[in-house]
């Protein structure tokens, strides 16, 4: 069985079962808040119970790394429509030690990419459209200063209404253990 045929085969049951009920919320975040964090697994149940967000509690955006590229971008549209459409009141980026953001090296990912098939060819064309591949591909060296930047980032976004507060901080991955960075109050 693939997983995918495990993950419809437990989704019939899921239903059946009514095993739903225990879910049932609304759209808006109990806790009125917007949390902007990374893509790792060891985050996903780790965090919730670490800052005792429940189901419910709060919208999530995550990315690799809680990096926020553009200011115009699906990140920054997600916080927008967070506060304007379903009743968020802040904004906390919880980024994580041991991320595989830090240092990442683009050379490497372009590398295995053309391992994996991906022509010099389409790298040069890409690059000749005016992307630049290599720092699309760039993590970051220091996750306090990258979440200070996610911080400023929205903070400071003129969509923004000035009265959001938005916080940063910094989890282990291990202990769940949260580094205050910047408290938004
Ligand atoms: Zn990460």
Redesign the pocket.
Known sequence: MTLLDNVLAHNQRFVTDKQYEGFQTTKFPDKKVVIFT???TRLSQLLRSAMDINHGDAKFIKN???VISHPFGSVMRSILLAVYELKAEEVMVV??HN???AGLEPGGIVEKAKERGVSSKTIETLEFSGIDVKSFLTGFNNVEESVRNSVKMIKNHPLLPETIPVHGLVISPDTGALDLIIDGY
């Open positions: 990374c893509m790792d690799a790394g809680a980024g994580h991320c595989g953001m």
